[in-house]
């Protein structure tokens, strides 16, 4: 019988060593995703193509190689586009599939028709329409190949509903698509590595930044050796934890603002000098301090305060290898300025400040004391060093503030909201984790334990966005725990008082303004039942006021088999400044509303 479309294209994509496929059909890409599961590709249908989409972009990061999302023409591309947005941005391997409409009724305004090549082509690194069936494979494997080697990000394949539909007498003229070898990887020049290295023996407070792409590298054993053999201190961003463990002696993350100001040798591994490393500017930083990048992308060398004559346009696992024989037997001495003195003194300070938040006893809590309710609880079950919990976090106060209580010790097992701080990826970045970590054959590694319990810690604001895919990881028996920190706001709450929260309600239903009264632009429901969500799709859900509830809902959350929302009633935070601590202090005080 001669094949069909679909039928090359799903064959194609197991040619290429595809196992999952995130997404959402319709008419006619329906016909490649049954194809797919045909051949025993899993399919995981989400209830919107921006989850989708976000879905597919952590896969890639967390395997290595690009994740893949099917979705229909038209709207189904302009609502993944956020994930080809994130993809780029965050440098994760994307292959977006969208169908079309017929070939030759372009520019007719046929149903659902779009210009996907010309809208993507400036967002993607390839956007490309396979001329013919026959040349469906290869497109395929171009654009597979395009979207993972060098920078990763995005790549986009245009699959027009004839093409799909159509059928091929002679297939043996078809080129099959193999499993595309690991990109090769390069290094650096031999006299700048050996210049590297002389900095850093000469710096009196140099730092380590570790970033997400250490993680995406894989070069956690080369860079966990560089810091215990040369005793460097580090500091890892939000997704570049876990390269070496969050306990680490050396890890100078709870002095940050002192680590970031009294370094005069910075050498940053896969990570950028934007806005998460305050552009490398004073007064962050201090004014006379060296940026080596070793990136692989040469577009980022040089960026911003970076200097370019230092740095090395290379792969971490070769690189660092590198570096480590040119800088021999060498060892920081802490003796040679007040430095380490100073980041030891911070650590115990900030560490002390922690310690006392949590012990509040407000009621509502605090984010302080719920986390530290969670973090204390989850780490009796399962000991951060058993490498078996992903955290996924959004929500600008829930994502801050969290990031610095749940240590964990391996690689790839925080996920938060990125370079472009996007709210609405948690979810999908969930359902990512699972399948990454917990299939059959998972193609996930991080860690001694191989299965993972996924957490994500989600604001009540981000929750929103892509809430309904609790029905999706219910629908596969996903045994996701969520935790909505709910305090009724964009950042802040308007009330911990119902009747006063209805009266600012009815205020501004009259049509009277805020300061007659009313909701805040900020303002989201209040107390909403966000844990009957996963009660009507099968999971269990629960509402929490107190930390003895807290504790027994993240306990049966754990041992559930079921997706499971613990909806966390905290503090309002009524009046509080509203401002985003990654951007506050410096000359420009930052996002203020």
């Given at each position: 019988?001669?094949?069909?479309?679909?039928?090359?294209?799903?064959?194609?994509?197991?040619?290429?060593?595809?196992?999952?496929?995130?997404g959402?059909?319709?008419?006619?890409?329906?016909?490649?995703?049954?194809?797919?599961?045909?051949?025993?590709?899993?399919f995981i249908?989400?209830?919107?193509e921006?989850a989708?989409?976000?879905?597919?972009?952590?896969?890639?990061?967390?395997?290595?190689?690009?994740?893949?999302?099917?979705?229909?023409?038209?709207?189904?591309?302009?609502?993944?586009?956020?994930?080809?947005?994130?993809?780029?941005?965050?440098?994760?391997?994307?292959?977006?599939?969208?169908g079309?409409?017929?070939?030759?009724?372009?520019?007719?305004?046929?149903?659902?028709?779009?210009?996907?090549?010309?809208?993507?082509?400036?967002?993607?690194?390839?956007?490309?329409?396979?001329?013919?069936?026959?040349?469906?494979?290869?497109?395929?494997?171009?654009?597979?190949?395009?979207?993972?080697?060098?920078r990763?990000?995005?790549?986009?394949?245009?699959?027009?509903?004839?093409?799909?539909?159509?059928?091929?007498?002679?297939?043996?003229?078809?080129?099959?698509?193999?499993?595309?070898?690991?990109?090769?990887?390069g290094?650096?020049?031999?006299?700048?590595?050996?210049?590297?290295?002389?900095?850093?023996?000469t710096a009196?407070?140099?730092?380590?930044?570790?970033?997400?792409?250490?993680?995406?590298?894989k070069?956690?054993?080369?860079?966990?050796?560089?810091?215990?053999?040369?005793?460097?201190?580090?500091?890892?961003?939000?997704?570049?934890?876990?390269?070496?463990?969050?306990?680490?002696?050396?890890?100078?993350?709870?002095?940050?603002?002192?680590?970031?100001?009294?370094?005069?040798?910075?050498?940053?591994?896969?990570?950028?000098?934007?806005w998460?490393?305050?552009?490398?500017?004073?007064?962050?930083?201090?004014?006379?301090?060296?940026?080596?990048?070793?990136?692989?992308?040469?577009?980022?060398?040089?960026?911003?305060?970076?200097?370019?004559?230092l740095?090395?346009?290379?792969?971490?696992?070769?690189?660092?290898?590198?570096?480590?024989?040119?800088?021999g037997?060498?060892?920081?001495?802490?003796?040679?300025?007040?430095?380490?003195?100073?980041?030891?003194?911070?650590?115990?300070?900030?560490?002390?400040?922690?310690?006392?938040?949590?012990?509040?006893?407000?009621?509502?809590?605090?984010?302080?004391?719920?986390?530290?309710?969670?973090?204390?609880?989850?780490?009796?079950?399962?000991?951060?060093?058993?490498?078996?919990?992903?955290?996924?976090?959004?929500?600008?106060?829930?994502?801050?503030?969290?990031r610095?209580?749940?240590?964990?010790?391996?690689?790839?097992?925080r996920?938060?909201?990125?370079?472009?701080?996007?709210?609405?990826?948690?979810?999908?970045y969930a359902?990512?984790?699972?399948?990454?970590?917990?299939?059959?054959?998972?193609?996930?590694?991080?860690g001694?334990?191989?299965?993972?319990?996924?957490?994500?810690?989600?604001g009540?604001?981000?929750?929103?966005?892509?809430?309904?895919?609790?029905?999706?990881?219910?629908?596969?028996?996903?045994?996701?725990?969520?935790?909505?920190?709910?305090?009724g706001?964009?950042?802040?709450?308007?009330?911990?008082?119902?009747?006063?929260?209805?009266?600012?309600q009815?205020?501004?239903?009259?049509?009277?303004?805020?300061?007659?009264?009313?909701?805040?632009?900020?303002?989201?429901?209040?107390?909403?039942?966000?844990?009957?969500?996963?009660?009507?799709?099968?999971?269990?859900?629960?509402?929490?006021?107190?930390?003895?509830?807290?504790?027994?809902?993240?306990?049966?959350?754990?041992?559930?088999?079921?997706?499971?929302?613990v909806?966390?009633?905290?503090?309002?935070?009524?009046?509080?400044?509203?401002?985003?601590?990654?951007?506050?202090?410096?000359?420009?005080k930052?996002?203020?509303?």
């Amino acid at each position: 019988m001669a094949p069909t479309g679909a039928q090359i294209i799903a064959q194609s994509l197991h040619g290429l060593g595809v196992s999952v496929i995130f997404g959402i059909v319709g008419i006619p890409v329906v016909e490649i995703a049954e194809e797919a599961i045909n051949l025993g590709i899993r399919f995981i249908g989400f209830r919107n193509e921006q989850a989708a989409s976000y879905a597919a972009s952590a896969y890639g990061y967390l395997t290595g190689r690009p994740g893949v999302c099917l979705v229909v023409g038209g709207p189904g591309v302009l609502h993944a586009m956020p994930g080809i947005g994130n993809s780029s941005i965050n440098a994760f391997p994307l292959l977006v599939l969208a169908g079309s409409s017929e070939s030759h009724l372009v520019s007719h305004g046929a149903f659902q028709e779009l210009d996907a090549i010309a809208l993507l082509s400036p967002h993607t690194k390839l956007a490309i329409r396979p001329p013919s069936l026959d040349s469906v494979p290869q497109t395929l494997q171009n654009a597979y190949r395009s979207s993972w080697y060098g920078r990763p990000g995005p790549g986009f394949v245009d699959l027009p509903a004839d093409l799909i539909q159509e059928t091929i007498e002679d297939a043996s003229s078809i080129q099959a698509t193999t499993v595309v070898s690991d990109c090769p990887r390069g290094g650096g020049e031999k006299n700048r590595v050996h210049k590297v290295a002389h900095s850093i023996k000469t710096a009196k407070a140099p730092l380590v930044v570790i970033g997400k792409g250490a993680a995406y590298a894989k070069a956690e054993l080369s860079i966990r050796e560089l810091i215990e053999r040369s005793n460097l201190p580090f500091l890892p961003t939000p997704m570049g934890k876990g390269v070496l463990p969050d306990s680490h002696c050396l890890n100078s993350a709870s002095a940050r603002s002192v680590a970031l100001k009294e370094a005069d040798v910075v050498l940053i591994l896969g990570a950028r000098l934007n806005w998460i490393l305050h552009f490398g500017d004073t007064p962050k930083w201090n004014s006379s301090v060296k940026f080596i990048q070793i990136d692989i992308s040469a577009e980022e060398i040089g960026r911003n305060r970076g200097d370019a004559s230092l740095s090395i346009l290379g792969d971490l696992r070769v690189v660092v290898p590198q570096l480590l024989d040119a800088l021999g037997p060498w060892s920081y001495n802490p003796s040679v300025s007040s430095y380490s003195m100073n980041l030891a003194s911070a650590k115990s300070k900030n560490t002390a400040i922690a310690s006392e938040k949590a012990l509040s006893t407000a009621i509502p809590m605090t984010y302080a004391r719920v986390f530290s309710t969670i973090e204390r609880i989850l780490h009796s079950l399962s000991p951060p060093d058993q490498g078996e919990i992903v955290y996924v976090s959004e929500g600008a106060n829930t994502m801050d503030i969290s990031r610095s209580i749940f240590p964990v010790c391996y690689p790839r097992l925080r996920l938060d909201a990125g370079t472009h701080a996007t709210m609405g990826v948690g979810l999908g970045y969930a359902i990512a984790a699972h399948v990454a970590y917990n299939s059959i054959t998972p193609e996930g590694v991080s860690g001694p334990r191989r299965r993972k319990k996924i957490v994500a810690l989600e604001g009540d604001s981000a929750f929103g966005f892509s809430a309904m895919e609790i029905e999706t990881m219910a629908r596969y028996g996903m045994d996701i725990l969520v935790f909505v920190i709910n305090n009724g706001g964009v950042y802040h709450g308007d009330s911990d008082d119902a009747r006063e929260w209805l009266q600012l309600q009815k205020t501004t239903q009259e049509g009277n303004r805020v300061d007659k009264g009313g909701l805040r632009s900020t303002s989201l429901g209040y107390e909403v039942g966000y844990e009957k969500i996963a009660q009507m799709c099968g999971g269990i859900g629960f509402l929490v006021r107190t930390p003895e509830e807290l504790e027994n809902a993240t306990r049966k959350g754990w041992e559930s088999d079921k997706v499971c929302v613990v909806n966390v009633i905290i503090e309002a935070g009524k009046g509080g400044k509203l401002e985003f601590a990654w951007q506050a202090g410096g000359k420009n005080k930052g996002a203020k509303l």
